[in-house]
């Protein structure tokens, strides 16, 4: 695209790739140097200061080349990483120092300097993924959510830079069964605390674990090793700090400009979504990422708080930001018809998943905040009272398939004070690892795609933080060591049965065996595909049962693929350890029936192999003629 049609499509609040425009670009003007391109139109003077030019700018003012306050200036001579800032003067004479918006890298903090990197140089080896990628409707899709800060660290407490995480994560997703990593915002931020939540650089990725280039080669690498990366990204809010978009040339650029509507819950500054130069800003955003770093998926975080103000339904809904939500993910789809694009959205707002075309958001995945939060609470219960909530887990299928659903363990559920998954289980500590190993295989054969956050796996105890790395020395312990290996098979069998993702969305793939068994508080379903059936049963109550009488859809053998009561994932090894055959006996609706032995807190996994059902004919022998008994002959 030229110069005149990025401006054009940046105030209409159309640019998918303003980014190619703005910041800092290497460029050949009669001689080799950097073209610096900002957007400030209440400004009465910009320079371009940095430690090049000693941070005084006086002989490096910019140009203002629109009357929409579009501010050039190309310096001849610089090199890759010097480091630069803007100088604004401000419409009422104050001296701003800025860092520029769209910068592709920046200085670790505390330092502020935004610096120059060439992005054309990185090199990508990635080509088969891309061209196979899809959106993965009907595949299965197991997300493992990292903060790459505290995934591991060193003995000193130092963060791993971005090609030590491909050495050690690329290798543990494989191996544990995953299939993507989803990396909590890498945007550059001033403080760790925010875990990245509270961006200041949206085109920058994070310093502090390394630069753009060696960002760019974990993603290659998590590509060619089959990874899929999903990017968190914030288009809600951004930090009031004074180097940032707050104020940007005096007045008001990027948030609103009413203070009522600008200043946001979370002490930060709330983005004009009405306005279209924000748009564009923020679309571009999502489109570089894409575009430059080759990012699979892009989940936006507090969509409930774009859809209404400040996420009260009360005040209604915010319909510029639903302009913008839509825009967005129409150009991302178009541009990038492979990349996944993630709603977080606690609201109950409609159409969420549906195309912007039929007035839906255009987001293609939805995460179920409902089905976490009422499951939660459900493990949560003394096992006295579930019979009293039973509908809390069955409740979810009632709405299921009004949208695209992921169903998440993520962070938000470890911190601040809510307790791990593990230690929200009822009970004692025995009885808590039954439980969860129950909840996994419920989670795990539930219709949606799947994401746990880093730790979940190794049942920790201690609440995500930030400083600290995973509790790996939990694996010295038999009873971690055993859930972990639990959690690695659960995980492969989910990959390795195509009943467990494929026709997610269709309700002909999921269907109640018994919904309504609220005395015994016992819940089964089962999952269908073309060759086979997986049958549920999980048992709520520490009630063991050695001849539970079950419905079942096809009459034949039934074999149990996985028990979380095994001994070997740290159980009490009551197991179906022989195949069970079905009986022609009516129950639960169902013509056939078994008996398993069900442990307390146990949850099972039968399979049925279709293949089975498929009658062997013998071939018919052609009728003998007179022709043909004279060609014997």
């Known amino acids: 695209?030229?110069?005149?049609?990025?401006?054009?499509?940046?105030?209409?609040?159309?640019?998918?790739?303003?980014?190619?425009?703005?910041?800092?670009?290497?460029?050949?003007?009669?001689?080799?140097?950097?073209?610096?391109?900002?957007?400030?139109?209440?400004?009465?003077?910009?320079?371009?200061?940095?430690?090049?030019?000693?941070?005084?700018?006086?002989?490096?003012?910019?140009?203002?080349?629109?009357?929409?306050?579009?501010?050039?200036?190309?310096?001849?001579?610089?090199?890759?990483?010097?480091?630069?800032?803007?100088?604004?003067?401000?419409?009422?004479?104050?001296?701003?120092?800025?860092?520029?918006?769209?910068?592709?890298?920046?200085?670790?903090?505390?330092?502020?300097?935004?610096?120059?990197?060439?992005?054309?140089?990185?090199?990508?080896?990635?080509?088969?993924?891309?061209?196979?990628?899809?959106?993965?409707?009907?595949?299965?899709?197991?997300?493992?959510?990292?903060?790459?800060?505290?995934?591991?660290?060193?003995?000193?407490?130092?963060?791993?830079?971005?090609?030590?995480?491909?050495?050690?994560?690329?290798?543990?997703?494989?191996?544990?069964?995953?299939?993507?990593?989803?990396?909590?915002?890498?945007?550059?931020?001033?403080?760790?605390?925010?875990?990245?939540?509270?961006?200041?650089?949206?085109?920058?990725?994070?310093?502090?674990?390394?630069?753009?280039?060696?960002?760019?080669?974990?993603?290659?690498?998590?590509?060619?090793?089959?990874?899929?990366?999903?990017?968190?990204?914030?288009?809600?809010?951004?930090?009031?700090?004074?180097?940032?978009?707050?104020?940007?040339?005096?007045?008001?650029?990027?948030?609103?400009?009413?203070?009522?509507?600008?200043?946001?819950?979370?002490?930060?500054?709330?983005?004009?979504?009405?306005?279209?130069?924000?748009?564009?800003?923020?679309?571009?955003?999502?489109?570089?990422?894409?575009?430059?770093?080759h990012i699979d998926g892009i989940r936006i975080d507090a969509v409930a708080n774009m859809i209404f103000w400040e996420g009260n339904k009360d005040r209604g809904t915010n319909d510029g930001a639903l302009t913008f939500m839509r825009r967005m993910n129409y150009y991302l789809n178009k541009e990038y018809p492979s990349v996944m694009i993630i709603a977080e959205d606690s609201s109950d707002y409609p159409k969420v998943t549906q195309s912007p075309l039929d007035s839906g958001l255009g987001f293609d995945y939805k995460w179920d905040l409902g089905w976490m939060n009422d499951t939660l609470s459900y493990y949560a219960r003394d096992p006295i009272y579930r019979k009293y909530h039973h509908n809390n887990l069955s409740f979810s299928m009632a709405y299921f398939y009004s949208e695209k659903f992921i169903l998440p363990l993520s962070h938000d559920e470890v911190v601040h004070g809510k307790k791990t998954i593990v230690d929200r289980m009822w009970g004692d500590y025995d009885q808590k690892f039954s439980q969860v190993r129950n909840l996994y295989i419920y989670m795990m054969t539930h219709p949606g795609k799947k994401l746990s956050f880093m730790g979940n796996e190794l049942g920790m105890f201690r609440e995500f933080d930030e400083s600290r790395e995973c509790d790996w020395f939990l694996l010295n312990y038999p009873r971690h060591d055993s859930f972990l290996r639990f959690y690695e098979d659960l995980n492969k069998i989910y990959l390795h049965h195509e009943c467990l993702s494929k026709n997610d969305y269709d309700n002909k793939n999921f269907k109640w065996i018994d919904a309504d068994n609220a005395d015994q508080s016992i819940y089964s379903f089962y999952r269908e595909s073309k060759d086979e059936i997986l049958v549920t049963i999980l048992n709520m109550t520490p009630v063991a049962l050695e001849e539970f009488k079950l419905g079942v859809p096809y009459k034949g053998t039934y074999t149990e693929l996985i028990n979380s009561e095994r001994d070997i994932y740290d159980g009490c090894n009551m197991c179906n350890f022989k195949p069970i055959r079905s009986k022609k006996d009516k129950m639960n609706n169902l013509e056939n029936s078994i008996h398993v032995r069900l442990a307390p807190f146990g949850g099972i996994i039968l399979r049925f192999d279709k293949t089975t059902l498929k009658e062997t004919k013998k071939p018919v022998k052609p009728a003998r003629t007179k022709e043909t008994k004279n060609v014997h002959k």
């Not at 990725?205 to 990204?233: L, Q, W």
């Not at 978009?245 to 008001?252: A, C, I, M, V």
Request: proline share 4%.
């Open 1 to 293: 695209m030229t110069y005149t049609t990025i401006i054009e499509s940046f105030h209409q609040g159309h640019a998918i790739d303003s980014y190619k425009l703005f910041g800092a670009h290497f460029a050949y003007e009669a001689k080799e140097g950097v073209r610096f391109t900002v957007y400030a139109p209440n400004a009465k003077e910009v320079q371009i200061i940095g430690g090049f030019n000693g941070w005084v700018g006086e002989n490096h003012l910019m140009e203002r080349t629109t009357d929409t306050g579009v501010w050039s200036l190309f310096i001849p001579g610089l090199k890759e990483w010097e480091t630069y800032k803007y100088r604004i003067t401000s419409w009422d004479g104050k001296i701003l120092d800025k860092s520029d918006p769209y910068a592709f890298y920046s200085e670790t903090r505390p330092q502020t300097a935004s610096k120059i990197v060439n992005l054309d140089e990185i090199v990508w080896k990635d080509q088969k993924w891309m061209k196979q990628r899809t959106k993965n409707i009907d595949k299965p899709m197991n997300i493992y959510e990292v903060h790459a800060g505290s995934w591991k660290r060193y003995e000193d407490g130092q963060w791993f830079n971005y090609l030590e995480l491909e050495k050690q994560l690329i290798p543990y997703i494989k191996e544990k069964g995953f299939t993507h990593i989803e990396l909590m915002p890498l945007g550059e931020h001033p403080f760790d605390g925010s875990w990245g939540y509270q961006a200041i650089g949206y085109f920058s990725c994070t310093s502090r674990y390394g630069n753009p280039k060696e960002f760019a080669h974990f993603v290659d690498a998590c590509h060619r090793n089959g990874i899929g990366v999903i990017m968190d990204m914030v288009p809600v809010h951004f930090v009031k700090d004074s180097h940032g978009l707050r104020e940007f040339d005096g007045k008001p650029v990027y948030e609103y400009k009413n203070p009522s509507d600008a200043n946001s819950q979370w002490g930060t500054c709330n983005f004009d979504l009405w306005s279209e130069e924000v748009r564009s800003f923020l679309i571009s955003s999502a489109g570089f990422w894409c575009d430059v770093y």
